[in-house]
């Protein structure tokens, strides 16, 4: 089955710096890879995702790259703001994400003011 | 689009005995996805429906586990003989089609 390993698992950032969260798969078969965003007692909230027919995509201060021949993608986010202080997951999944999501071990980024 | 809602969110219960979740998910989804999280860890899939059809129950932890979804609607997590291992955050997503699956706030599962 899909691995998924996610790196650093514990991130702290100057506000205003930028935060890298990198992440490795296992199946080449993967073709859809989300992330997600987890405060203190709430479920995962979706921020951005990708499929594997686009390198990179951007939503405002957040983007992600995608490289399938390496087999891992990377979250970026600048301009970091309080706000950003969360738990990061990266999954993956086939079938364009129709069937279970494999997850990362999460990131916790701490923004520093 | 009031969001996936489960309850309760907190679930208090002894060593064996049985506990049931239950998660509406955003109306008009399709898919519905059941997760457990356990502390410092990201979710583990356990099982979905497409409407009231489960397509995939192998993930389930054990034979104690069982999900249904009688409707194509609302969903239930059963978990019978509860053990000390079974502590966890147990999350519901949904999802129109596919992706994006958007989750639940959870319920938190405590054996005493």
């Known amino acids: 089955g899909e691995n998924v390993e996610q790196h650093p698992s514990t991130l702290s950032v100057q506000e205003g710096d930028s935060a890298v969260i990198k992440c490795t798969y296992s199946?080449?078969?993967?073709?859809?890879f989300p992330w997600y965003k987890q405060e203190l007692g709430k479920g995962p909230q979706l921020i951005i995702d990708?499929?594997?027919?686009?390198g990179e995509k951007k939503d405002q201060r957040i983007a992600v790259t995608l490289n399938k021949t390496a087999k891992h993608f990377s979250l970026h986010i600048t301009e970091t703001q309080p706000e950003d202080s969360a738990v990061y997951f990266c999954?993956?999944?086939?079938?364009?994400?129709?069937?279970?999501?494999?997850f990362g071990k999460g990131t916790h980024l701490i923004i520093q003011p | 689009d009031t969001g996936v809602s489960q309850n309760p969110r907190h679930k208090i219960t002894k060593r064996g005995q049985n506990v049931t979740f239950r998660c509406d998910p955003i109306?008009?989804?399709?898919?519905l996805y059941w997760y457990r999280q356990t502390l410092g860890q990201g979710p583990e899939f356990l099982t979905y429906?497409?409407?009231?059809?489960?397509?995939?129950k192998s993930r389930l932890l054990s034979d104690r586990f069982s999900a249904e979804r009688p409707k194509g609607s609302f969903s239930t997590l059963e978990i019978q003989r509860t053990e000390q291992g079974d502590s966890a955050m147990y999350l519901c997503?949904?999802?129109?089609?596919?992706?994006?699956?958007?989750f639940g706030d959870g319920t938190r599962l405590s054996i005493l």
């Open positions: 997503a949904s999802s129109l089609g596919g992706v994006p699956q958007h």
């Open positions: 199946d080449s078969a993967s073709n859809y």
């Open positions: 990708i499929r594997s027919n686009v």
């Open positions: 999954a993956a999944s086939q079938r364009g994400g129709a069937d279970g999501l494999t």
């Open positions: 109306s008009e989804h399709n898919r």
């Open positions: 429906f497409q409407n009231e059809a489960q397509l995939e």
